[in-house]
């Protein structure tokens, strides 16, 4: 008879969530998410702040209308939900955007980042006039 070796089974952090972000909700349809967007803007942004949300939020979601690339309609699907579940958490605010999602960005978006950037800045600018 030959000696065998014992195998046991040992814990491991393979399958466990601990330490990494909650697992996140199901993705939306776009309709309904289009709708959270413009209810979450409504419930939690100031009047000026919505405004501008609003605008963006309905100009993307008619540019990205026609898209037929599956990864390219679950990455946006994806972001905006995230960008409704931290509205809503209110985790938003002093929050900066992270470098590997920056290094991501095309030449066009990080333009309309740009673009959303000098109107926060303007509408900063306005509201500091109007208050003295």
């Known amino acids: 008879m030959r000696p065998t070796i014992l195998l046991r089974a040992t814990p491991t952090s ?11 909700l ?3 349809p776009p309709l309904p998410l289009y709708r959270r ?3 979450t803007h409504r419930k939690f942004l100031p009047q ?8 963006y939020v309905k100009s993307e979601f008619k540019a990205h209308k026609d898209v037929d690339n599956p990864v390219h309609i679950i990455g946006f699907l994806t ?13 938003w605010r002093g929050e ?10 095309s030449d066009q978006q990080l333009g309309q980042l ?7 800045q303007k509408a900063e600018r306005e509201k500091g ?3 003295e």
């Not at 000026?48 to 605008?55: A, I, S």
């Not at 740009?114 to 926060?120: D, K, P, T, V």
């Open 79 to 91: 972001e905006w939900q995230m960008y409704a579940q931290k509205i809503e958490g209110d985790e």
């Open 129 to 131: 006039d109007d208050e």
């Open 114 to 120: 740009y673009e959303l950037m000098q109107a926060i």
């Open 48 to 55: 000026q702040m919505r405004v501008l949300g609003d605008e």
């Open 37 to 39: 967007l413009l209810r």
């Open 96 to 105: 900066k955007l992270d470098n590997g999602k920056m290094d991501k960005m």
């Open 26 to 28: 199901a993705l939306l």
């Open 14 to 24: 393979a399958g466990s969530t601990a330490g990494l972000k909650p697992a996140p």
